[in-house]
């Protein structure tokens, strides 16, 4: 089972340049996220989706872009990386919380952005 | 705006004793969730709390909700080096499903 499922693991971009960190979960979850994180903030929210077909933003949505077509994808689109978006970025699944489960994590993306 | 907070962030512990991670958080909630991080690797979950006074255990970790007070504790006892590792708590709204909000995290290293 693969759970949560994050490409690139390390990515160098120059300032400027665009990319997509993709994501797909194999769990049949119908909420997906993207967070980043930084030293000393923990992590924090920056798009989200219920459900295909429906996104929304995060605490720190400015720079980036999502889409949902499919319940199992949810790539993060950088549209012209900055020097501020380098971080360690997370992509998590998980059921309704109705259901009592917690969010499942990617194995995450360092990203430098140089 | 919902904020999570900490404390302590840093954990300096010997092998062998006892101690606390407080979670304090500033808008009522009754979700709160408790995760491990090893260095350069992805979280993991360790406890899902969903109710005023909910106490889950596991090994020598164990965590605790008192939605009224908007704190969670998670308690060390008898710590050993595979302890070692940053821990997070987060919360959710539950109204924003699958938004969770996090704490800065504490790293807490356990020396022989």
């Known amino acids: 089972n693969a759970g949560v499922t994050q490409t690139p693991k390390f990515q160098v971009l120059k300032t400027g340049q665009s990319m997509t960190l993709q994501c797909a979960q194999d769990m049949n979850h119908e909420y997906m996220s993207w967070y980043r994180q930084d030293p000393g903030m923990g992590l924090r929210l920056i798009h989200y989706?219920?459900?295909?077909?429906?996104?929304d933003q995060g605490e720190v949505p400015n720079g980036y872009n999502v889409s949902r077509s499919t319940t199992e994808d949810f790539p993060l689109r950088l549209l012209s990386a900055a020097p501020s978006q380098t971080s360690v970025y997370f992509c998590?699944?998980?059921?309704?919380?109705?259901?009592?489960?917690?969010?499942?994590f990617g194995q995450g993306t360092r990203l430098t952005v140089v | 705006e919902l904020k999570v907070e900490q404390n302590p962030l840093f954990l300096s512990m010997q092998e062998g004793k006892n101690y606390t991670i407080y979670c304090n958080y500033s808008t009522t909630s009754d979700r709160l969730y408790w995760y491990r991080q090893d260095p350069g690797k992805s979280l993991e979950s360790l406890f899902v709390?969903?109710?005023?006074?909910a106490v889950k255990q596991e090994g020598r970790l164990m965590a605790s909700l008192d939605t009224k007070a908007r704190l969670s504790t998670l308690h060390i006892t008898a710590a050993v080096h595979d302890l070692s590792a940053t821990y997070f708590c987060?919360?959710?709204?539950?109204?924003?499903?699958?938004?969770?909000?996090f704490g800065q995290g504490t790293i807490l290293t356990v020396h022989p």
């Open positions: 989706s219920v459900g295909a077909g429906i996104t």
């Open positions: 709390l969903l109710s005023n006074g």
């Open positions: 998590a699944s998980s059921y309704s919380v109705t259901l009592n489960t917690e969010a499942f």
């Open positions: 987060a919360v959710d709204l539950g109204t924003s499903y699958g938004k969770l909000t």
